[in-house]
Nanobody
Framework: VQLVESGGGLVQAGDSLRLSCAAS????????MGWFRQAPGKEREFVAAIRWNGISSSYADFVKGRFTISRDNAKNSVYLQMNSLKPEDTAVYYCAARESYVGLYDYWGQGTQVTVSS
């Protein structure tokens, strides 16, 4: 399984970005896709997740109301729409997949850099 993220970049505070994650090598029919991020000197943290076979999604408190996760099963892809970006959102963003609804994620992408300037 390969997960490839794209869409990162350098933006100003208040701007928007849309991250994409394309999965190949397997078609997911269950489980979750998630987005995580890791800022310099900090541990990786959960951002958002969505089920492949439903509409259930979850978000970290610090992105609620600003970020939206979505999926396109036909394209085996998941997206993260990020609005009202803040400098503290600066991090490498990773997508991840698991075949269950709980527990560790099985597959990870290489990450895409998001930098928000003030």
């Amino acid at each position: 399984v390969q997960l490839v993220e794209s869409g990162g970049g350098l933006v100003q505070a208040g701007d928007s970005l849309r991250l994409s994650c394309a999965a190949s090598g397997r078609t997911f029919s269950s489980g979750n896709m998630g987005w995580f991020r890791q800022a310099p000197g900090k541990e990786r943290e959960f951002v958002a997740a969505i089920r492949w076979n439903g509409i259930s999604s979850s978000y970290a408190d610090f992105v609620k109301g600003r970020f939206t996760i979505s999926r396109d099963n036909a394209k085996n892809s998941v997206y993260l729409q990020m609005n009202s970006l803040k400098p503290e959102d600066t991090a490498v963003y990773y997508c991840a997949a698991r075949e269950s609804y709980v527990g560790l994620y099985d597959y990870w992408g290489q990450g895409t850099q998001v930098t928000v300037s003030s």
